[in-house]
């Protein structure tokens, strides 16, 4: 990794080297002579704002813009109103759109006021059309877009934009590329996110991921464990693998490997004491997962496995490839192999066709799987793809009545789950100190569950055990049991 006196190094009247990293270290130390114009001028370094408003992925993505603004020489800021700021977006459903035009709308007051102001936007939203002809004629006062299948490029965007005029847009259709070694910065020293792979192949009917994520491609393994050991050297304690379909990675490889095989090896890396992982498909989901799950002392007890819906006729026309029967048999058999573990899962009211009778199947499903969580959405229809193009899109009233009925359902089965370990004292990696009550810790259990607790702050980053005194609907409050 590139630090300031290698910066010095680089002959910035030389040509830009054409591999990577080490063009993007090139332009990094560009953008690093601007920085420090600036502070000249000003007294103070440029402040910079990354601002994620998307799944892990994207948060993982936002921890690589980060880690190179910082690099360069910017003061992070949470305030929106800084020198540089980049809106990391998301599309999957339409208020996730919405909101990006909503901040695009405060920023403009903002720019009025410091014209120097550097806006850019990059994500998943940007590798639709009709959002870079929205903001090319509503939003004119934005500096940079690019996309999500070159954002290894930032820094040269970052430095073409300071010497561009008006907007610059750079939005590559695809790419097989996967650059490695650029700098990341994490937002928590105890705990980082991997991707391990990217983009999607599944075209659910409903999603707009893998149009704009595009075609799935895996990271070698090589390149994973030594993420990892270098993450666990830093102090890193729980990791989580990031991909839309962690149980189909490896099948692009050269030589391919199975998730299954990859987690015996991330479990053999000493200091990293909780691995998670996120997404699985049901259709992909192995008995070797299952099994390697089940012998693992680091994997955590907990499982997010996305159903959708619960009637035949609606997972067929979304394209998921399982039945219910299929998944309720491997639920069940998942939480035979292993009982103690947590199913939480995403669930869609009122894709196209979808009845009243339809959401029944899916409260029925949710009642016998006894979820621990579950994220309910409302169908959006996004421009491209198979279901928006199908007729018989659901009234609203239609669809209101059914979201309601299922919200109550998984609440219900997530209260009576979620209690069943109260009086018990398991472990808890504590995260931060409690959002609403600064006396409390949060924590969070082996099976996801949070509990919040009096501790010190020393103790954050630790894996500590807790008793779990009162369940409070989704959480715990508890108390220290003793420190390990
Ligand atoms: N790859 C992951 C999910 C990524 S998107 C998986 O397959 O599990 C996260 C969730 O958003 C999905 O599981 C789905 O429930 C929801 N979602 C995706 N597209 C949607 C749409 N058009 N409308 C409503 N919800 C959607
Ligand atoms: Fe979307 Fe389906 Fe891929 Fe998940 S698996 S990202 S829901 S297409
Ligand atoms: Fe994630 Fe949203 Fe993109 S869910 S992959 S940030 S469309």
Avoid at 155 to 162: D, H, I, V
Avoid at 207 to 235: F, H, M, N, Q, T
Avoid at 277 to 300: A, R
Avoid at 338 to 353: C, E, M
């Amino acid at each position: 990794m590139y630090n300031e006196t290698d910066f010095d190094k680089i002959d910035l009247h030389a040509e830009p080297p054409t591999e990577e990293p080490a063009r993007q270290y090139y332009f990094m130390a560009k953008c690093r002579n601007r920085v420090l114009d600036f502070k000249q001028k000003n007294g103070c370094f440029p402040k910079a704002c990354v601002v994620n408003m998307g799944c892990q992925m994207n948060a993982r993505d936002s921890e690589k813009l980060t880690g190179i603004l910082k690099l360069i020489g910017y003061e992070m800021t949470e305030e929106e109103n800084a020198d540089f700021v980049i809106f990391n977006t998301c599309t999957v459903r339409d208020n996730a759109n919405q909101k990006v035009y909503g901040r695009l709308g405060v920023m403009k007051g903002y720019k009025k006021k410091n014209p120097q102001m550097k806006i850019a936007l990059c994500g998943c939203m940007m590798q639709e059309n009709t959002a870079i002809e929205k903001i090319k004629t509503s939003y004119p006062f934005v500096d940079l877009i690019f996309g999500t299948h070159n954002i290894f490029k930032f820094a040269e965007l970052l430095s073409a934009s300071f010497e561009a005029e008006g907007m610059l847009i750079d939005i590559w259709e695809d790419t097989d590329k996967i650059v490695e070694d650029l700098p990341v910065e994490r937002k928590y020293p105890f705990k980082s996110g991997i991707n391990i792979m990217f983009g999607c192949n599944n075209f659910c009917s409903y999603c707009i991921v893998p149009y704009v994520r595009g075609r799935e491609r895996s990271r070698s393994p090589r390149d994973i464990l030594r993420e990892i050991e270098k993450l666990a050297a830093e102090g890193v304690v729980e990791i989580m693998l990031l991909g839309q379909n962690v149980n189909s990675y490896g099948k692009t490889l050269a030589e391919p490997m199975s998730f299954a095989q990859l987690l015996r090896e991330v479990e053999k890396i000493d200091g990293i004491e909780r691995i998670r992982f996120m997404t699985s498909h049901p259709k992909d989901l192995s008995e070797e997962l299952i099994q390697v799950m089940k012998e693992s002392k680091k994997i955590c007890r907990h499982l997010h496995l996305p159903l959708q819906a619960g009637s035949n006729r609606i997972l067929q026309a979304m394209n998921r490839r399982y039945t219910k029967e299929q998944y309720i048999a491997l639920a069940k058999h998942i939480r035979e192999e292993i009982p103690d573990i947590a199913l939480t899962t995403d669930l869609i009211v009122g894709f196209p066709g979808e009845t009243l009778a339809d959401v029944e199947e899916t409260i029925s499903v949710v009642k016998e799987v006894e979820y621990d969580n579950a994220f309910t959405f409302i169908y959006s229809r996004r421009t491209g793809t198979p279901a928006a193009a199908m007729p018989e899109q659901v009234p609203e009233e239609v669809i209101k009545e059914g979201f309601q009925k299922l919200l109550e359902t998984v609440q219900e089965t997530a209260r009576k789950r979620v209690a069943r370990y109260e009086g018990q004292v398991l472990e808890a990696l504590v995260e931060e100190v409690n959002e609403h009550d600064s006396s409390l810790l949060t924590g969070r259990l082996s099976n996801n569950t949070l509990v919040h607790f009096p501790g010190d702050v020393s103790l954050i980053g630790k894996i500590v055990k807790v008793k779990l005194e009162q369940c409070c609907g989704f959480y715990y409050a508890g108390t220290l049991a003793e420190h390990t």
